[in-house]
């Protein structure tokens, strides 16, 4: 079975940003299918074209029909099932974080426990993160952060400046400055130097999930407690309730190549930053589950969650673009449909009247409007451009303009 995609660069845009959140497909995997557990903590795809994903029960591998699980039973290097952190090198080389184990390395067919894992004292591996002069470094619960040198494991703790010791994530910007996500702040080394960021400096919360810096030069900042932040040249802006992110704790960032901003949350599902709006996806609206671990996006522009409970969701454009009740129409149910000599459409629904769709802005006509009846059957278009509808009782109403007539 072939990989997911082909081998090199991206070969597909990102999601359609102009669609309503709620109008992507969504497809899922889990144990059912092969998935060692429904509990996915990260997700990357490697140069050949699989995804990669972290298991408390294993390492699998997807094709995009199947899994292929790598652990303690089949696979001497693993001592451990718990992989929570993965990293994928354009070489094709593989990174997995695990708990207790240090790190391992899968390149050519073959996993690897590297040398330098005797500097890491057995703790767990929270993330990791490969910069652009091609060091790799790795952040731990406890142990600060490294960097492997050669065939060592270089370290930063707090003794150095470091934060705090526990460090969830790790990214680098476009002056190459690298930034710590740690419990108790955010942290910036350059040219040797520690900078510490924290409540006092604006941010809404010091215990960091993620960050990730973006083309820009802007800082995203996931926190545990205060939703989302931006530090940028004008300083740190916070997103939360007002501006339409209601869950505090945000466990996962990623930003698309059309420069989308996904958040997965703690228990709200899945929300998207686009052209300064966000909208919000969930189990309601089709999510598999509200609680988002990690997001990436596959060369073909798909984008996949691991999630708690479920496992394995992808997102995708689709062939058709859904409108219903979520989008905005008055029903789920359209029992007639009509497009005019202006391109508006006409939907008549099962009782929520008629909807106008015009520039994207839905329009909703009902009883109280002076429709003969909500629920309509059929709809035509006179010589004249007014719109005529037969309801299911009432007779016959008419539409010219915004003037309704029966």
């Not at 142990?143 to 930063?156: E, K, P, Q, S, T």
Request: hydrophobic residues 40%.
């Amino acid at each position: 079975m072939a990989p997911i995609s082909a081998l090199g660069q991206a070969t597909g845009p990102s999601l359609d940003p102009a669609r309503d959140i709620t109008q992507y497909t969504v497809d899922s995997w889990g144990e059912r299918e092969g998935l060692p557990q429904n509990f996915v903590h990260s997700i990357v795809q490697s140069a050949d074209g699989y995804l990669w994903l972290g298991t408390a029960r294993g390492l699998a591998r997807f094709d995009g029909v199947r899994f292929t699980v790598f652990d303690q039973q089949n696979t001497p290097a693993f001592e451990t099932n718990w992989v929570k952190t993965l990293w994928a090198d354009p070489d094709g080389t593989v990174w997995i974080g695990l708990e207790g184990q240090g790190v391992l390395r899968y390149r050519d067919g073959e996993f690897m426990a590297i040398d330098a894992n005797r500097d890491l004292a057995s703790v767990r591996i929270n993330t990791l993160f490969r910069d652009a002069d091609d060091i790799l470094w790795v952040g731990t619960e406890g142990g600060g952060i490294a960097w492997l040198d050669d065939d060592r494991f270089r370290g930063i703790d707090t003794s150095d400046g470091l934060s705090d010791n526990t460090v969830h994530s790790i990214t680098q910007d476009r002056d190459g400055a690298i930034w710590v996500g740690t419990v108790a702040g955010l942290d910036r080394l350059s040219d040797g130097q520690i900078e510490n960021f924290g409540i006092d400096d604006g941010l809404p919360d010091d215990r960091i999930y993620q960050v990730v810096a973006d083309p820009d030069g802007g800082l995203w900042i996931g926190t545990a407690a205060g939703g989302l932040a931006r530090l940028d040249d004008d300083g740190i802006t916070t997103f939360g309730p007002d501006e339409g992110l209601t869950d505090p704790i945000v466990n996962a960032l990623f930003q698309d190549r059309r420069g989308t901003l996904w958040i997965g949350t703690n228990g709200s599902g899945l929300f998207r930053l686009s052209d300064g709006t966000i909208t919000h996806l969930d189990m309601e609206g089709g999510l598999p589950s509200d609680l988002v671990w990690d997001i990436t996006e596959d060369r073909e522009g798909n984008l996949w969650l691991g999630l708690a409970a479920v496992g394995l969701a992808r997102l995708q454009d689709g062939v058709f673009r859904t409108l219903g009740d979520r989008e905005g129409l008055s029903s789920p149910i359209a029992l007639a449909l009509l497009e005019d000599r202006d391109q508006t459409l006409w939907v008549g629904t099962a009782g929520g009247g008629l909807n106008r769709i015009r520039d994207g802005e839905i329009t909703t006509f009902t009883s109280a409007d002076g429709l003969a009846h909500d629920i309509i059957l059929t709809l035509a278009q006179g010589m004249e451009g007014d719109i005529w509808m037969g309801t299911v009782a009432g007779g016959i109403t008419r539409i010219g303009g915004d003037e309704v007539r029966t």
